[in-house]
């Protein structure tokens, strides 16, 4: 049970409830994610451009790599309820069983090339405390096995974003 209340889909505001009224009425349910949001449409809508810039739009990154990230980053910061939620997004995206499950066992298990591990690994090492001791040359590193620097960026801005969606599900307890 969450830590605070969270609003229903009728005590939603009205833009809200325009983004909400399609997944309630394909799915039956709105998640306690999209419900904590929804507490403000400043916050609700910050968040969806997010959602939608840097997960479900095309961009520099493979759907592939950019549900790895999401899943290796909730993992790491032990938000049960993210990792399940992109388990399931990462089927719809065709990502099979058994990557899934390397992904959740970790970079070592994975069966991709080195420079996707390598790139994962970084998006580990960002998604911590002490990120401000990544250096120059870790960055090099990864334009040397061909990421272009809005790759990275682009890597480095899901991390984040896996970090504020996971401290805001862990903090308010959501999926417990």
């Known amino acids: ?9 009728e005590e939603m505001s009205p833009a809200i409830a325009e983004k909400a009224r399609p997944i309630l009425e394909k799915t039956g349910k709105l998640g306690e994610i999209f419900k904590l949001l929804a507490l403000d449409e400043n916050i609700y809508f910050a968040t969806d451009g997010m959602v939608q ?33 992109h388990k399931g997004i990462a089927k719809m995206l065709g990502l099979t069983e ?41 960055i090099d590193e990864l334009k040397a096995l061909g990421y272009t620097d809005v790759q990275i960026v682009e890597a480095v801005a899901i991390t ?14 959501l999926g417990q």
């Open 1 to 9: 049970m969450a830590h605070i209340a969270l609003p229903e889909f």
């Open 53 to 85: 810039g840097f997960l479900l739009n095309p961009t520099h990154l493979s759907y592939d790599i950019k549900e790895a990230i999401a899943l290796l980053i909730s993992k790491e910061n032990g938000c049960k309820m993210c990792v399940d939620v």
């Open 98 to 138: 058994q990557r899934i499950e390397e992904i959740l066992q970790g970079v070592d298990a994975i069966s991709t090339s080195d420079a996707e591990k390598a790139l994962l690994n970084f998006c580990i090492k960002a998604s911590k405390k002490d990120n401000y001791k990544i250096l120059k040359e870790e």
């Open 160 to 173: 984040g974003y896996f970090n504020y969606i996971n401290t805001l599900s862990n903090v308010f307890a």
